[in-house]
């Protein structure tokens, strides 16, 4: 999704972000724009008492790590970048500039001289603009910074040497990352967030606004965006309107190194060497706004969905992310040797992995993103590689079949695996260890990454016992003992889950609240409990078998017994896609759906539930609570 449209002016441009910071290249992703990473090879080591204000040093050192990349990359026979966006923060204290700290001790020094005061944060940005003209590159340079004002509260030597050990202040400006565990240390913020983390992403809206909608000539002394302007202003400011309202020459003094002139209707603006500001003839163009305008990304974004999915799920599968974890790089050839495939297929889907923002490549060759590190590793903590492995080679192949599903209105096993289900969870999920086990790491690499906002959502305290039915391999268990201290938990599920819940226990971690009891809960006797726990349950299943699970759980349930359900919830208002997408999933692979918060209100006062209470996450579950009365 692009919220703000003026991304979308550089939606059929090459743009390379000059910079290997995995902060920079979240925000700018997640703000919707598409551009390949090229790490700047500039040495920050211009002289800092040659400049007059920090801030000049930041955008310069910022100029010249996007100079450096738009100069490497302007090779004979092939594609220059149109733009190229180079970054640099720097943290000012006591009259010093402060980068990124060398050592521990260097960590240590930078830290000690922020405790207890404010100190400012610069990011300076350049976006330059490339054309060429015989292998003749020209730019044109625009830059701006961004201060944020932070305030450590006082630390103690002790805090301070823990922090440095956790590591996370060596690749950061100041020797903290606000972001992280650095966020502990910061009494207050006055400015952009995303300034101190390495990228003004609102200032840098506003200089593409600048740059890509200069204001009519009536308009020159009086308009000054003060800040972006809202989605509407921006359908106002299209180029049709713009252009015509800028009939001839009229100059505009932008704040970066250079003023470009702006006249052909429709036009970007020309500049001294008579090309628009994007390197392209100006009557060409014109008409490429214009079509620029309204090009579907949208749907673009949608066509390639299927791609992207699938290149994340190869690359899991062939176990790159675990082969690359904790080297610094790997060559394509390497990977290609380890993971027994071709060089070429390899080095194809590094690239798009590259480009999925899942690696990193420089010249040295791949490694891991943060967050390929932290969720695509198989053995990382917060694994998703389960649920993912559990997405290709279960949901992908039921999700091939999702037009006869739509036709036919039922689920899609008997085609997607030759299958007729009778009971879904034996037919479909445990008919071999194989696929038990893939399920039930699936279950348990989504429930451990979910577990702490289920079992927070709501304060539970006043339950003493609590029965998690269907609760697999007590992930979310795990966590409700953590967080309430007189709390009892039984794990119910299926002979052949419990019989193999053993190798998902923690290590070292007392368990001995937790209880796990195999059976049926549609057929066998349920545990007596305070609270009763649906996680991701009702889902699978059609209103009869809901209400005749909903109504046995109310039998047991004495006055003041609680109900904790966790879900998708539809949502007409906010169209939360993940919960609509997951009911189509739904839909394919069980004989239930998601439902909207209305529909588990009716159903839950119906079996005599009362008070209930919704909080929508707006991530990947919603919670309900309610309480027998
Ligand atoms: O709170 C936070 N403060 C700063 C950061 C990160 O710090 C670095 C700043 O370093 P620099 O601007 O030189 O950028 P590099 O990482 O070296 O990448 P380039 O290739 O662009 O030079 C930056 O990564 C910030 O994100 C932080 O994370 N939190």
Redesign the pocket.
Known sequence: MVLCPVIRKLVSKRVVL????P??QEILSSAGLRFEVV??RFK?TLDKTSFSAPYEYAMETAKQ?ALEVANRMNVKDFRPPDVVIG???IVTVDGLIL??PADKQDAYNMLSRLNGKVHS?FTGVTIVHCSSKDNQLQTEVFKFYEETKVKFSDLSEELLWEYIHSGEPM????G????SL?GMLVEYVHGDFLN???FPLNHFCKKLVELYYPPPRDAIHHVKYDSVPSVETFEVLSDEEHGSSTQGNLTIKLEGDNAFSSGAPGSLGKNKIGQDVMGEPVEKCSGDMESLTKFPSTLVELLDGFKASKAMFVACKLKVFDLLKGKAHLKAKDVADHISASVCGTERLLDSCTALQLLKKTNQGYSNTELADKYLVSDSEYSLHGYIMHANDHVWPLFTHLESAVKEGTNQNHRAFGKNTQDLFQDSYYHSMETKLRFMNAMHSIMKLTARGVATAFDLSRFRSACDLGGCTGALAQVLIQEYPHLKVTVFDLPDVIENVSGFQPTGQDTSRITFTSGDFFKDNIPEADLYILSRVLHDWPDDKINALLSKISDLCTPGSGLLLSEMVLDDKKRNRSAWLQSLNMLVQTEGKERSSYEYRCLLEQHGFRNVEIVQTGSLLDIILCTKC
């Open positions: 000059a910079s290997a910071s902060r920079r790490p700047s920050e790590k970054a640099d923060t980068e990124k944060v690749d950061k400006a100041g903290y990352g606000i972001q650095g101190v983390v390495g």
